[in-house]
């Protein structure tokens, strides 16, 4: 059988329609469960920052940084840890193109250090709470409504939101995008 551009209309337009359906019906969504996720993710993120404050790494590194201080300052914690603290840094696993140490998870699995296994966790921790809060916004009446733009070039699969951590907010939730390694 040969295709034609009718024949790939088609496919197109029929699934486009079947995914219009599927967002006007909505995903329902239990919010009292969504808020007591929040809350507990909420809590764990503060116990975190409660703890991790109570030591020489977090005492440097607000002293360095002073207002600057940001939680999930990869280049800030990268400097605190390889260059004032002089935990070694694994030169094998190489640097980025800027020359800049790395704090990707394979880097920072490999430190085995105890501030760094709580400040990975800390991270961790933001990102699933911005991911919940903006489901919490995205959230109709108890459905959320997900947009699957089937006509996206990069995927042809792509749902409301954005794989980049910076345009998440802007974008809403990712329903193609949820974490799935992580049991919590």
Do not use: C
Not at 86 to 102: S, W
């Amino acid at each position: 059988m040969t295709a034609t551009l009718k024949d790939a209309f088609n496919l197109f337009h029929r699934g486009s329609l079947a995914l219009a359906e599927m967002e006007a019906h909505g995903i329902r969504v239990d919010t009292n469960q969504l808020e007591r996720s929040l809350a507990e993710v909420g809590q764990e993120i503060l116990s975190l920052e409660q703890s991790m404050n109570a030591t020489e790494e977090m005492r440097i590194w607000k002293k360095l940084y002073g207002d600057k201080f940001k939680w999930r300052g990869n280049d800030q914690i990268a400097d605190v840890l390889f260059n004032h603290l002089n935990v070694p840094y694994p030169e094998e696993l190489g640097r980025t193109k800027t020359k800049k140490f790395r704090t990707d998870k394979t880097v920072l699995e490999i430190l085995k250090h105890p501030f760094v296994k709580e400040w990975v966790n800390h991270r961790n921790l933001s990102i699933f709470r911005k991911k919940l809060e903006s489901l919490r916004r995205d959230v109709v009446d108890g459905f959320f409504h997900p947009n699957f733009n089937q006509h996206s070039a990069r995927t042809y699969r792509s749902s409301s939101g954005s794989t980049k951590e910076s345009d998440q907010d802007a974008r809403g939730f990712n329903f193609q995008n949820i974490p799935v390694r992580d049991k919590r």
